[in-house]
């Protein structure tokens, strides 16, 4: 699943191609006729990423909102528009690029009091600066719920997947079964700062790189990330404990990240 700073990345390479263009939209696979009609024929004024969700603002004052759940993916190219590849779902040709979307987990029209719903119930966005970080902490140390669990929940702190989950938290020497509230006020400044960082690198990167000092290489993760899918740690060579949290893939160093008693 496509982590945050790959949806803060969407928004950053699609604003200049559609903000302040009338749109035409259409949807080539035929799944969102009516959505497109709602929308097509109005200026786009925003490209806003929350967390994993992106929404498209219009001048009518509708919202295009797309969640790419698992299988999702954006292609972008300069116009003329082409066939369309696959089903895409919603096409948007503005005068210079035609943007397709296909696969969405969610693809909706909302309207001004819906976005504003929708907005409300996503946690504080690492990647925004008018994030409240003081609502993430709130929920984190009241939760009895793993830490681990916790940075996946979008509605806690929005952005986080599931790699650098796994690889915040090693570096933090977090392990991610500790309670939320047993998470101190500091270590959670460096959850957060941490986060800024790896995330803001991931946007410009358009790649997850948690190894400091590495850069984008060819191979997926490689060299780029610390523990995420690794047999030892980097920091002290002990086994990587490989454990399921929340249905998702976890690791950590239980000899750097010391696991809580029970
Ligand atoms: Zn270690």
């Not at 939209?25 to 024929?41: D, K, M, N, T, V």
């Not at 790189?209 to 997926?220: C, E, H, L, N, Y």
């Amino acid at each position: 699943m496509p982590e945050g700073h790959t949806i803060h990345r969407a928004a950053r390479d699609q604003r200049p191609m559609l903000i302040g263009h009338v749109l035409d939209i259409s949807s080539p696979q035929g799944r969102f006729l009516e959505g497109a009609e709602r929308i097509s024929g109005h200026v786009c004024k925003a490209v806003e990423a929350y967390g994993k969700h992106l929404l498209y603002d219009f001048s009518n004052g509708m919202t295009l909102h797309i969640h790419l759940g698992l299988f999702g993916k954006f292609r972008a190219i300069k116009v003329p528009a082409d066939e369309p590849r696959g089903a895409v779902r919603v096409r948007m040709i503005s005068a210079t690029h035609v943007v397709d979307i296909n696969g969405p987990n969610t693809c909706e029209v909302l309207d001004m009091s819906g976005r504003d719903k929708l907005v409300a119930r996503i946690g504080p966005d690492v990647l925004r600066a008018d994030a409240d970080r003081e609502k993430a902490w709130k929920k984190i140390s009241k939760s009895r719920s793993a830490i681990g669990q916790l940075l996946m929940d979008q509605a806690v702190i929005a952005g986080i997947g599931n790699i650098y989950r796994s690889e915040i938290l090693w570096r933090q020497k977090l392990h991610p079964n500790v309670a939320g509230k047993d998470v101190s006020r500091e270590a959670f400044e460096q959850i957060w700062d941490d986060s800024v960082a790896l995330l803001e690198k991931g946007v410009k990167h358009n790649a997850i790189i948690t190894v400091d000092g590495a850069v984008k290489a060819r191979s997926k993760y490689g060299e780029r990330v610390n523990i995420f899918n690794k047999p030892s740690c980097p920091a002290c060579a002990s086994a990587i404990r490989r454990f399921e949290i929340a249905k998702r893939r976890a690791f950590a160093c239980e000899t750097c990240q010391i696991a809580p008693e029970i």
